[in-house]
C-alpha cells in the first residue's frame, strides 16, 4: 500500500543553501546549510552547538543583510540537524492578515 503525500511539496536541495538562524531579540546567529524546504517547515543542518539557544522561537534568515527571512519554531533535533515550522504572520491587531483567513 502506498503512502499518499498529503502536505505541501517539499524541495530539496543536493548541496544544500547557505542561511542563518537568529534569535528574535537579536542577541545570537549561526551559520546552517538549508537542506530541504517547503511552504509549511524546513530541515537545516546546524554548523555549530545550539547549546543555551533559546529556540523556541526564531529567525530563519535567507539573504546575509536579513532582508529575506522567516519566523520559525523548533520541531525536532538530531544531532546537528533540525527541523522547524514556519510561524504565520499577524496583522498588528492580532487577528491573521487578510489572505491567512481565506485559508482557514
Partial sequence: MAIENIGPERVTFGRGYSVWIMGIDGTW???CVL???SANDAE???DG???GL???E???LLSSTG???RRCELIRVNGSEIDVRF???KSKNGKPKRDEQAAV
Fill in 54 to 56: 533559546n529556540l523556541k
Fill in 67 to 69: 532582508l529575506a527571512y
Fill in 87 to 89: 510561524l504565520k504572520a
Fill in 35 to 37: 537542506k530541504a524546504v
Fill in 49 to 51: 552547538s545550539i547549546e
Fill in 58 to 60: 526564531f529567525f530563519l
Fill in 29 to 31: 546567529r549561526r551559520n
Fill in 44 to 46: 537545516l543542518t546546524l
